[in-house]
């Protein structure tokens, strides 16, 4: 089992950036398939961008090109460097893994708050 921390959501304008992060405790982040989701209020959670075991990593539309999804394995950590952030970006942000590279995710972190003003 592992247990995930966000941390490092803020509020930022737009156009600025922003990395968060997901701390993993228990199993080491390349054991895992993990991801980025968010939440905004009044809307259905979302996917962001996701990165395999293998390292591979895949993007929303909305993320792709401004987002960057990566991981550090030796400090067992998972990042989310946002650029060029937008209003619309606003929302809490949740760290996601699952034991396999496909299908529902199995944990979740607490998650982190992400404001942008305009």
């Known amino acids: 089992q592992v247990q995930l921390v966000e941390s490092g959501g803020g509020l930022v304008q737009a156009g600025g950036s922003l990395r968060i992060s997901c701390a993993a405790s228990?199993?080491?982040?390349?054991?895992?398939?993990m991801a980025w989701f968010r939440q905004a209020p009044g809307k259905e959670r979302e996917f962001v961008a996701r990165?395999?075991?293998?390292?591979?990593?895949a993007y929303a539309d909305f993320s792709k090109g401004r987002f960057t999804i990566s991981r550090d394995i030796p400090k067992n950590r998972m990042y989310l460097q946002m650029n060029s952030l937008k209003p619309e970006d606003a929302a809490v942000y949740y760290c996601?893994?699952?034991?396999?590279?496909?299908?529902?995710?199995?944990?979740w972190g607490q998650g982190t708050q992400v404001t942008v003003s305009s």
């Open positions: 996601a893994g699952r034991l396999r590279d496909y299908g529902e995710y199995d944990y």
């Open positions: 990165i395999a075991r293998n390292g591979y990593t």
């Open positions: 228990g199993r080491t982040v390349s054991n895992y398939g």
